[in-house]
């Protein structure tokens, strides 16, 4: 595990963007940056970041940049790929180019989830990072796939009607993983060294990687700014969001399981899950910490450890 | 950076990398900012990486046994607070914006 003081002091990244203080996907980028091993190549999803990264007549990036739709983001990075193969065949240019695809939950889950199916079933060799903020957050908190259960946000408001968001997240990992690729990971800005590695490894694969990491999003969950690194964190100690690598269809937890934390815990710092502590709200809460304690459960029993 | 109609590139493409970087978003600070105390600070860096904002800097300028020292960039800083959240050994205080530091 590489030590932060070790890491590229080169800033890939560049500051005076617009993302709000305590942007989590704003870290979550620049960290991802710092893993970068040579010429690289970003195409970024609608979202958060593409929007406040690049306000004309500014840009935040030092590499090449391409903006794609939601819906399209591996599209284009796969045909990307392809030009910089012909490139090479006819002897424009030579070496390796590493093309990292960035959407948000929104861009992943939802709305280019196809794309990224195909991308990832033609083998093509470019990274994807899902920065996960568990809604639509450029256009206002919407609900998206990777709202969790219970959660309140525009269009699922937590009121006498609906509790939050009804239904879970999506197990976007396994979906990635069901496609046979070589090397599928979550993480978390939390756990930065372990992501930082995480995209590395996803880098130097040969062939498609996915890398879904948990962005916390002050504006949307409500949170204080100063907590983003301390939910990202608490997220996976309460075990809502484990961490783990799937290589090679074999899963292996990157944290030693451990007791988990109490989800109230996690809850208590954020507005989006506030009205869950309120006593008429207590089945709601129970069945989500069933919920969460099955999921870890099964991860763990998929990596093959031991229920602590 | 104001450009007229005849000036502006074709599709938007920018041609000047990381360009943002001269836009101020200092001044979105509204109450307080961080400031590091170069004593306590043990330069593990954990600060300079989880700055959303890239605003706590790496210079390098000796500081007792050390060979770094970690500086606020107050032009680009959101006052966030993450650093001093995240501070393992409390180095980093938010401090009131009015205050005057060297």
């Not at chain 1, 498609?208 to 964190?233: E, F, N, Y």
């Not at chain 1, 007791?259 to 109230?264: R, Y």
């Not at chain 1, 089945?283 to 969460?292: C, D, G, S, V």
């Not at chain 2, 979105?28 to 860096?45: A, S, T």
């Amino acid at each position: 595990m590489v030590a932060p003081k070790d890491l590229p002091l080169q800033e890939l990244y560049a500051p005076g963007h617009r993302l709000c203080a305590g942007c989590g996907p704003s870290i979550s980028v620049r960290m991802a940056l710092k893993a970068a091993r040579g010429p690289t190549v970003v195409v970024n999803s609608t979202g958060c970041v593409e929007v406040s990264t690049t306000i004309f007549p500014y840009t935040a990036w030092r590499i090449p940049w391409v903006h794609a739709l939601f819906e399209n983001t591996p599209a284009v990075a796969s045909g990307l790929e392809y030009a910089y193969e012909a490139l090479e065949k006819r002897g424009a240019r030579k070496g390796k180019v590493d093309i990292i695809a960035l959407g948000g939950d929104g861009g992943t889950f939802d709305i280019g989830i196809q794309a990224l199916s195909g991308m990832l079933e033609r083998g093509h060799d470019i990274v994807y990072i899902c920065y996960d903020n568990e809604a639509y957050m450029n256009t206002g908190i919407q609900r998206s796939g990777a709202t969790p259960r219970g959660a309140a946000t525009t269009t699922s408001p937590a009121g006498k009607v609906i509790p939050g968001k009804r239904g879970g997240k999506k197990d976007l990992a396994a979906i990635c993983a069901g496609h046979g690729i070589k090397y599928t990971a979550t993480a978390s800005i939390g756990f930065f060294t372990d992501y930082i590695d995480k995209v590395r490894k996803a880098i130097e694969v040969d062939g498609p990687a996915v890398v879904h990491v948990l962005a916390p999003c002050p504006l949307g969950w409500r949170s204080s700014p100063a907590d983003t690194i301390k939910l990202a964190k608490m997220a996976v100690q309460t075990g809502i969001f484990p961490i783990y690598e799937v290589v090679d269809g074999k899963y292996r937890m990157s944290l030693k399981p451990g007791k988990l934390l109490p989800v109230e815990e996690y809850f208590k710092l954020q507005g989006r899950f506030s009205h869950l502590l309120r006593p008429e709200f207590k089945e709601e809460l129970e069945e989500i910490n069933r919920e969460i304690e099955g999921n870890y459960r099964r991860i763990l029993g998929l990596a093959g450890e031991q229920v602590a | 950076m104001k450009l007229g109609w005849r000036e502006m590139p074709i599709a938007g493409v920018m041609f000047q990398p990381g360009s943002s970087a001269e836009y101020k978003t200092g001044d979105w600070r509204i109450e307080k900012k961080p400031l590091i105390d170069q004593e306590r600070c043990i330069r593990c860096m954990i600060c300079w990486l989880i700055c959303p904002d890239v605003a706590i800097e790496r210079v390098q300028k000796p500081y007792k046994n050390y060979q770094e020292s970690l500086k606020e960039d107050y032009y680009h800083c959101k006052g966030c607070g993450i650093c001093a959240a995240e501070c393992p050994v409390d180095a980093i205080e938010m401090v009131e914006e009015s205050r005057v530091v060297p």
